[in-house]
């Protein structure tokens, strides 16, 4: 079973940027990918931001995320980063980060194949 832990929410003015963490932790080996998610208020469905190739370091970008948004990892801390510049009302939004156990396919952002799920950090910009 892999655990994910995420932190690094707040409020913050429209320009600008926070930094996301997600802890991983236990079965890290089976992890195929791990992707950045988001629920903003009201909406029922979590919508896709970035997503990694645990093995090669591949990246997919949601058109949104594109230019403002980058992930990273440090192997050290077992931890992925998602660094949010230029952020803008529109990102407020629960982000969580999740792992796709399963490689059922490369990069994927459909969060329905991701079986393990952080419990969310509050992201809130104002404008």
């Known amino acids: 079973q892999v655990r994910l832990v995420e932190s690094g929410g707040g409020l913050v003015q429209s320009g600008g940027s926070l930094r996301l963490s997600c802890v991983v932790s236990?079965?890290?080996?089976?992890?195929?990918?791990l992707g950045w998610f988001r629920q903003a208020p009201g909406r029922q469905e979590r919508e896709f931001v970035v997503v990694m190739s645990w093995g090669d370091g591949d990246t997919l970008y949601a058109d949104s995320a594109k230019g403002r948004f980058t992930i990273s990892r440090d192997n050290a801390k077992n931890t992925v980063y998602l660094q949010m510049d230029s952020l803008k009302p529109e990102d407020t939004a629960v982000y969580y980060c999740?792992?796709?156990?399963?490689?059922?396919?490369?990069?994927?952002?459909?969060?329905?194949?991701?079986?393990?799920w952080g419990q969310g950090t509050q992201v809130t910009v104002s404008s």
């Open positions: 236990g079965r890290r080996r089976s992890i195929y990918a």
């Open positions: 999740a792992a796709d156990t399963t490689g059922s396919y490369y990069l994927d952002s459909s969060a329905r194949l991701y079986g393990s």
